[in-house]
């Protein structure tokens, strides 16, 4: 079993709709990504977390929204998806020492028509 | 200013030549450097890390670090076809945090 599972893998959904896209590690990390990949402009930071009760905002935030249930679990939220929200999602975990690499999921292939 | 820079590519190399990937950092405070490997429409995968000055051997992977001159590089000896991929430089966020900042990433070509 993968050690960062994300769900779904893949989803298309329309203008509009409120989409929720998970994340679960087994690897017990404290801290937890989300990032999003387009073609030609590499992984861009869009929320971070270190614990349950801490939530950062990263470079692009606008039109998401996250929640930390729990230390395994990091969900990221389009609360009303538009078309430029198409992208690869990408979950990451890192453990809380200094200078450690961060691991990722599968990632989830999101298309808003 | 990018904080972590890379050439897109492609970088076109034989099968069994050694392929040459580069990366340079803006801050000279970083302590270490990742690479990843990337398949088209797959996840990033660490292949490499290293946090001294100097070469760092992982099987057919090399890392080389010069902190003087900023920069950090991934040597593939033996390239293979199954080597193609978009391979990423990672360095830490000046903002801390644990935070990485990817470079674009280098598009390799293995052809047989």
């Known amino acids: 079993d993968a050690d960062v599972t994300q769900t779904p893998r893949n989803r298309i959904t329309k203008t509009g709709k409120r989409i929720m896209l998970e994340c679960s590690q087994t690897?017990?990390?404290?801290?937890m990504y989300w990032y999003r990949q387009d073609p030609g402009l590499g992984l861009r930071l869009i929320y971070y977390?270190?614990?349950?009760?801490?939530?950062n905002k990263g470079e692009i935030s606008d039109g998401y929204s996250v929640s930390r249930q729990a230390q395994a679990k990091f969900s990221l939220s389009l609360e009303s998806a538009i078309p430029n929200q198409t992208a690869l999602y990408f979950c990451?975990?890192?453990?809380?020492?200094?200078?450690?690499?961060?691991?990722f999921g599968d990632g989830t292939r999101l298309s808003i028509l | 200013q990018k904080e972590v820079e890379q050439n897109s590519g492609p970088l076109s190399v034989p099968e069994g030549a050694i392929a040459s990937l580069n990366c340079t950092y803006s801050?000279?405070?970083?302590?270490?450097f990742f690479w990843y490997r990337q398949y088209s429409g797959k996840s990033p995968e660490l292949i490499m890390f290293?946090?001294?000055?100097g070469d760092k051997e992982d099987g057919r992977f090399t890392a080389q670090l010069n902190k003087a001159s900023q920069y950090v590089s991934l040597l593939i000896r033996d390239s293979q076809p199954s080597d193609s991929a978009t391979y990423l430089c990672?360095?830490?966020?000046?903002?801390?945090?644990?935070?990485?900042?990817f470079g674009a990433g280098t598009r390799l070509a293995v052809h047989p």
């Open positions: 990451a975990t890192s453990d809380g020492a200094l200078n450690q690499p961060q691991h």
């Open positions: 690897k017990g990390h404290d801290r």
């Open positions: 977390s270190f614990d349950v009760k801490d939530i």
């Open positions: 801050d000279r405070g970083s302590q270490s």
């Open positions: 290293i946090y001294s000055n």
């Open positions: 990672a360095a830490p966020d000046p903002g801390g945090y644990n935070k990485l900042i």
